[in-house]
């Protein structure tokens, strides 16, 4: 089982990134998936996430409006389109990849990508 992050770097305040998280070993499909973001010294936040079946999304009201969580399932694939960034987007991101069945929950934790926001 792994998600590999990529897409982070540096952008300036204003400015637009997308990160991505592609999925191996699992049935993505059948996966609700999160984006997370832990600044430095802050406890780590749900940030976006999206629901396997329907392909509904839910955003934290920090980021509501600015940023856009997708999925390719064809591609195991979730991206994190993040607009309008601010220096406080600073973070690492994380994608979570998450399913409950009867008695079991199964969760997964990619290693993270950088993003800073900066002039």
């Known amino acids: 089982v792994q998600l590999v992050e990529s897409g982070g770097g540096l952008v300036q305040p204003g400015g637009s990134l997308r990160v991505s998280c592609t999925a191996s070993g699992f049935d993505f499909s059948r996966y609700d998936m999160s984006w997370y973001r832990q600044a430095p010294g802050k406890e780590r936040e749900w940030v976006a996430g999206?629901?396997?079946?329907?392909?509904?999304?839910k955003y934290a009201n920090s980021v509501k409006g600015r940023f856009t969580v997708s999925r390719d399932n064809a591609k195991n694939t979730v991206y994190l389109q993040m607009n309008s960034l601010k220096p406080e987007d600073t973070a690492v991101y994380y994608c979570?990849?998450?399913?409950?069945?009867?008695?079991?929950?199964?969760?997964?934790w990619g290693q993270g990508t950088q993003v800073t926001v900066s002039s």
């Open positions: 979570s990849a998450f399913r409950r069945v009867p008695w079991t929950v199964f969760n997964y």
């Open positions: 999206i629901i396997s079946a329907s392909g509904s999304t």
